[in-house]
């Protein structure tokens, strides 16, 4: 069974630079995109960065994404309060045969 | 703009069917390059995509619930439907339904608000 697999946690004061992985296999990450959604307390999930590295409408700079290999990383620099919330990772699985998504991390702002 | 509504039964008894309707405004879910899914969250857990399909009805489930789910349409009504069947408590969740795009439909670039849909006796 494929898994993409976060860090269920991750935390940093304001203004701090915040990095979190997703980690796949060659069926999902190393052959797909990766996309990030963010999903704030209470809330739908949104998408916040598609193609690896690619920020919708909206989404402020501070967000950037990376792709390597089999792996994949959401950043975010000048972390705000409003930031804290949960981050998933996303990407096409050739197993699955559709979207698989990571378990999850959960980022507080501390 | 663009909305989607998921509807739907709260509470569901364990072996019956869970029924859910997404009713999209604002465009046509039968035009475009659009992929619409439904995706589910249980509570205090991650998301799990649980069928999509496209704008010409070709529809693909995940492996591990295709045996009870089907994803069905009207386009006159502009809506599409959930049908999980043999419900347990493993499928208490929120579920989303939700437009996607880009290639094979991986990006879920526009959600519901969800609705929660509990399995209990």
């Known amino acids: 069974q494929s898994v993409l697999t976060q860090p269920p946690s991750a935390s940093g004061t304001p203004g701090q630079r915040v990095t979190i992985s997703c980690s796949g296999s060659?069926?999902?990450?190393?052959?797909?995109?990766v996309n990030w959604y963010q999903q704030l307390p209470g809330a739908a999930p949104k998408l916040l960065m598609y193609?690896?590295?690619q920020r919708p409408s909206g989404v402020p700079d501070r967000f950037s994404g990376s792709k390597s290999g089999t792996s994949a990383s959401l950043a975010i620099s000048g972390l705000q309060s409003e930031d804290e919330s949960d981050f998933y990772c996303?990407?096409?699985?050739?197993?699955?045969?559709?979207?698989?998504f990571g378990g999850g991390t959960k980022l507080t702002v501390l | 703009q663009m909305q989607l509504r998921e509807s739907g039964p709260g509470l569901v008894k364990p072996s019956e069917t869970l029924s859910l309707t997404c009713a999209v405004s604002?465009?046509?879910?039968?035009?475009?390059?659009?992929?619409w899914g439904w995706i589910r969250q249980p509570p205090g857990k991650g998301l799990e995509w649980i069928g999509s399909?496209?704008?010409?009805?070709?529809?693909y489930y995940n492996p591990s619930l295709e045996s009870r789910v089907t994803i069905l349409r009207d386009t006159s009504k502009n809506q599409y439907f959930l049908n999980l069947r043999s419900v347990t408590a493993a499928d208490t969740a929120v579920f989303y339904c939700?437009?996607?795009?880009?290639?094979?439909?991986?990006?879920?670039?526009?959600w519901g608000r969800g609705t929660l849909v509990n399995v209990s006796s």
């Open positions: 939700a437009r996607a795009e880009g290639r094979r439909g991986v990006t879920f670039g526009l």
């Open positions: 604002g465009g046509s879910i039968s035009s475009g390059s659009y992929y």
């Open positions: 399909f496209f704008s010409d009805g070709t529809t």
């Open positions: 060659g069926s999902n990450i190393g052959t797909n995109p």
């Open positions: 193609l690896n590295n």
């Open positions: 996303s990407t096409w699985d050739d197993i699955l045969g559709g979207p698989l």
